[in-house]
């Protein structure tokens, strides 16, 4: 139900959602607006323009806003925070999502200058702008909420070296955020999804782990599908809907008195 519906758990307030071109950000953007929040969409890619469509559809009310940057980059960090002070918006709310995949490989042939790109993506930037959203909000003496986008594969995915690496970092990195920033009342939350989809994270997913060989899928990608369910003990993957709800939950004043938690959206996989 939208926020025209009365469902408005978001009204008054402003939710950045990074990686918002992506599945799991762009249907996240939409339920937060749906929910009343006003948005800031922020990424890199053209399908930015597609989630900007599809929140001012969600709440005719709140014209979402366009960010573009790069999560990497310090001086474009610091520079869409200034830009939305000089214009009146301090967030309160961030989905910290921004995130890549890079190459799938067995760690001998990791390719070191893709593995420091994910770590910086996924990390560095991940950082950079929680720092950035703390540093504006701080001040006003407003409490906030961020969750960071961690995954399963912290636990170790074959041939995905950097990016279990990588979301293994988020969730140290939320943790300590939590302690950092509990004296501002700004709490710190991630989730981590396993298998999602439909939508291209899965179907990458699949069909790359059948691309490189491995004593864990097959090389056929139907196989490897159904290898990765029979691994989740719901024999399902889940749908970005269900990943947008947990994180809606840990954003929102339901979620109170919950911070340095990583809450696994896996169907049971671990």
């Known amino acids: 139900m939208g926020a025209a519906g009365g469902h408005s758990r978001f009204a008054s307030r402003t939710a950045i959602v990074t990686g918002a071109g992506g599945d799991i950000g762009a249907t996240t953007a939409v339920r937060l607006a749906e929910e009343g929040a006003r948005v800031v969409l922020a990424d890199v890619a053209g399908a930015i323009d597609a989630t900007a469509e599809a ?3 969600a709440n005719p009310d709140l014209e979402p806003i366009v960010s573009r940057f790069d999560v990497t980059s310090e001086d474009e ?22 995130g890549i995949q890079g190459s799938f490989d067995n760690v001998v042939d990791q390719d070191l200058s893709d593995f420091r790109r994910v770590l910086d993506v996924n990390v560095a930037g ?15 003496g407003r409490p906030g909420s961020i969750v960071n986008t961690a995954s399963m594969a912290q636990g170790g995915a074959p041939n995905m ?6 979301k293994a970092a988020v969730v140290a990195l939320t943790k300590t955020a939590a302690k950092d920033l509990a004296h501002a009342s700004i709490r710190v939350n991630s989730v981590s999804p396993a298998f999602i989809g439909p939508g291209a994270m899965w179907d990458r997913q699949v069909a790359l782990q059948a691309e490189t060989p491995s004593r864990y899928f097959s090389d056929d990608p139907d196989q490897v599908a159904a290898q990765m369910i029979g691994s989740v003990p719901l024999r399902r993957y889940g749908s970005l ?13 339901e979620s109170s008195y919950i911070t340095g938690v990583d ?3 896996s169907g049971g996989a671990v």
């Open 77 to 98: 960090v610091r520079r869409a925070f200034d830009e939305l002070g000089a214009s009146g918006v301090v967030a309160d709310l961030l989905f910290n999502n921004a």
């Open 55 to 57: 929140c001012a559809a």
């Open 241 to 253: 809907d269900e990943v947008a709800a947990a994180v809606l939950f840990l954003l929102s004043d």
């Open 161 to 166: 070296a950097a990016y279990s690496a990588s």
């Open 126 to 140: 991940a950082f950079l702008v929680l720092r950035g959203f703390a540093r504006a909000l701080t001040p006003t």
């Open 263 to 265: 809450l696994h959206v």
